[in-house]
């Protein structure tokens, strides 16, 4: 008898932890997704979208030619070569690559 009480309660708490477990990972889904939204997807508090502060995109990724990081067309380490732009991960990379 006592093995079957341990039995029930042991499933009662899985289910408790389960469903508080499951409350939380949908919140965390909720807000991730928020993040991932482009700004003028999301809505503020008083509605219009036009009114948020927009981050500036990324662009594509370049790999740096020095130590082989993929880093965002948005980085000031570049260096025009042959007509082509060259995009490095820091100071030190843009120096090294010097010709």
């Known amino acids: ?28 889904g909720a807000a991730a997704s928020n993040s991932f939204r482009q700004p003028n997807q999301q809505q503020s508090s008083s509605g219009t979208a036009s009114q948020e502060k927009e981050t500036p995109r990324a662009g594509e990724l370049h790999k740096d030619p020095v130590c082989g990081t993929y880093v965002s067309e948005s980085t000031s380490f570049r260096r025009q070569l042959s007509g082509k732009t060259v995009y490095y991960c820091s100071d030190a990379c843009l120096q090294k690559h010097a010709v």
């Open 1 to 28: 008898m006592r093995a079957l009480l341990e039995l029930i309660i042991t499933l009662v708490i899985a289910w408790v932890a389960r469903a508080v477990l499951s409350s939380v990972m949908k919140e965390f």
